[in-house]
């Protein structure tokens, strides 16, 4: 007896090799160019788009842009020379980049160079026609043969177009069948965004030929049941808020498939209306552009707060270029200023040419506008409990505090960071998270004792229970509840001010639990640690400095610290802390020891400022001598 599934890895396997032979002996067939049948590009682009976007090439910023898209494509072309093996990821970024440069210059050596990649990715049987593989890397090069397709078309001899468009329909219906063994099929998850967006792309570029045995297109079934998988999904994955239930940089990566999905179904249909279709994303790149700061990570700007699960790094993957043709045209004078904030046209580096988004994209006719003006410097997601406070939209050394109630949990990421913060400025990531793991350890939270902390995520959930902005959003004060780590009755009052003559950056952290014995913040490695009599000291590679200072407790003050891994355990797509180019692998944790309840005060100085003299008394707080009016009354000493 053969099995489904078995009988669909053999189906699929030999009829497709058997396609592969049979195309590859009619390449020496020459056929004309171009077919007058279909019409090509027709996805993220259409023929009368490109021919406008080509006439500006030789316009800045464009033709920075280009340049450095060109130097990725010849430095792929030296790289696949060298080297005779095959790893999916790096030939699809290769047809990827090809792909787009013919697009874009009409120089049929690109699209020779995507035609010998397609070939590459044509004979993979360990990915591409195995059902049963990781269906993010099938999904990836279902994404790059469709836009090769569509791109190269005009290019491509008929024998050439002909076997691509047979595979494209073998593996579009074979992603959307499944995503393979260990994918994850909840709704929310963006395992399901990048199945069907990659589905509809590619049934969207897909010919139907063959019109004697199909009276009606074959794909149609899939393009309506993948349209409305797709519609669910971002209504599953994307809160009313616009922030994305398993956090931003897996919306990032997640829109990649997603974003090109939709602008190809807005050029398609003529009846499509973005915002019914999908009303939440009308906020979700208010809800990144508030969070993200232009610090520099690997090779690129962008760091952003690592919650759930999840890294710092930020890269735009497209999305944020893809937003001038999906997002409201009011949005796009603050989008441009966020793509010149995140994005340098001379090195911004991306192999699988995520650049090209930019050239396709970019609005040339558009006055770039502070985000400010456009009130996004706070934001709020009632949903989940996130609240972010920023100062301002300027450069590097912005600061961004960001609190975490967790109030949800979906079927997808969902790490321990409930009734968490996390503090980014003056160029540098201060209190982080634990990155890509479930690990409890590398959190920055109120934790009982030792014996009593969970290792692993408990699943607790937390409560947003009052919120407030001041000063245009960089200052407002935060009350939540709840515990992932094993802390019992935790209450947490977190005050932010960045609009104080004393410190760039003030914040009070007031905690209450009924079993709460070490309150602890990571920070990267690379800030150097000092003890200090109420407290300690940070100081970042750049000379700015962080202190924090303990109050309401009993002195002496009792610390330790040591070394986390970032990550934890997690080996894939695990590059530790990148920061300004170089990776580091292990967090810092510091702990405060305390007895149930803490009141800590933390403010942020540029290299060379002194930090200002906090105290207390009876409750209040002074700074330099004068008192802090906080927006809420400072918790008693007894647990609440």
Known sequence: MIYTSSFWQYFTKNFIIGRLILGLTLLIINAPLVSAQFN????IVTQDQIENIRKRLDTEPYQTMVANLVQTGKQHRIESEGDLSYNPYEESDRLGVWAYLYLLTEESDWASLAWQATEKILADTVYLTNSLAKGLTRARLLQKLAYAYDFCYSAWSEAQRQLVNDTLFDVLYSVHTTMGYAANYSIESNWMGVRYGSVILASRVWDWTDT??????????????????LQDHIQANIYHSGWNVESMSYHIYNWTFVGPALITLQNQLSSFSLLDYAPNIQHSLQALMTSVVSIKNRYNLGYTADLSDDDMMFSTG????????????????????????????????????????????????????????????????????????????????????????????IRGHQGPDANTIRLLGLGVPWIIGGGRTGLTAGQSNLFPSVEKTAER???????????????????GYVIGSGSAVGTRNHRRQFYANCDHPSAEGIFIVQDSSTNGQRWRINTPEFNQYQLAEDGFILTAPNGSSLKLTVLHTERPIKLDTGKVPY???????????VYQGQAYQFSRYIDVFCDNNITVAITLQPKGQSHPVISSKDSRIQIDGE?????????SSKAK
Do not use: C
Request: proline share 5%; net charge negative.
């Open 40 to 43: 090509h590009p027709r996805s």
């Open 212 to 229: 004697t045995n199909y009276k009606r297109s074959p794909v149609l079934p899939v393009q309506w049941d993948a349209t409305k998988r």
């Open 318 to 409: 497209g999305v944020l270029a893809m937003g001038f043709s999906l997002f409201p045209t009011e949005q796009h004078s603050a989008l441009k200023w966020m793509h010149d904030y995140l994005i340098e046209p001379k090195s911004y580096q991306a192999d699988d040419g995520q650049l090209a988004y930019s050239i396709l994209f970019y609005p040339h006719g558009t006055t770039a506008e502070n985000p400010t003006h456009l009130g996004w410097k706070s934001f709020v997601s009632e949903e989940t409990g996130v609240v972010v406070f920023r100062n301002r939209f300027e450069d590097e050394n912005d600061i961004v505090a960001t609190y975490h109630a967790k109030a949800n949990r």
């Open 457 to 475: 995520d408990d699943k607790g959930l937390g409560e947003l229970h009052d919120y407030s902005f001041f000063n245009d959003g960089s200052g």
């Open 567 to 577: 990550g934890g355990q997690t080996k894939q797509h695990n590059l530790g802390i």
């Open 627 to 635: 008192k802090l009016e906080l927006p809420f009354s400072l918790l």
